[in-house]
Nanobody
Framework: QVQVAESGGGLVQAGGALRLSCAAS????????MGWFRQAPGKEREFVAS????????YYADSVKGRFTISRDNAKNTVYLQMNSLKPEDTAVYYC???????????????????WGQGTQVTVSS
């Protein structure tokens, strides 16, 4: 069983930056693709970014491309999301997820992720 836990959320002004962390425990996620999703009030959960098991391939939603960077440190069993130039529309609960299977690429589809964290709130004020 894999447990993942997000941290690093908070309140920041527009134009600011935050770095989210996703720490895995229980079993290693070093062979799993990982993803970040977010859900704003009254909206569906949406894909933000993904990274393959090795860290060699990343993919971003158009809305965050050029501002957010996903990375991983497999030695620490941790995935990161560096968020720069934050906008009020980035306000949401951010979730980290580990994809089913091993040695796979990331995916934009939430249903392909098996293990989810509880989320961390990111609020961007204007």
């Amino acid at each position: 069983q894999v447990q993942v836990a997000e941290s690093g959320g908070g309140l920041v002004q527009a134009g600011g930056a935050l770095r989210l962390s996703c720490a895995a425990s229980g079993r290693t996620v070093s062979n799993k693709a990982m993803g970040w999703f977010r859900q704003a009030p009254g909206k569906e959960r949406e894909f933000v970014a993904s990274i393959n098991w090795s860290g060699g391939s990343t993919y971003y939603a158009d809305s965050v491309k050029g501002r957010f960077t996903i990375s991983r440190d497999n030695a620490k069993n941790t995935v990161y999301l560096q968020m720069n130039s934050l906008k009020p529309e980035d306000t949401a609960v951010y979730y980290c997820a580990a994809r089913s299977g091993s040695y796979s690429a990331g995916s934009v589809r939430a249903r392909e992720y098996e293990y989810w964290g509880q989320g961390t709130q990111v609020t961007v004020s204007s």
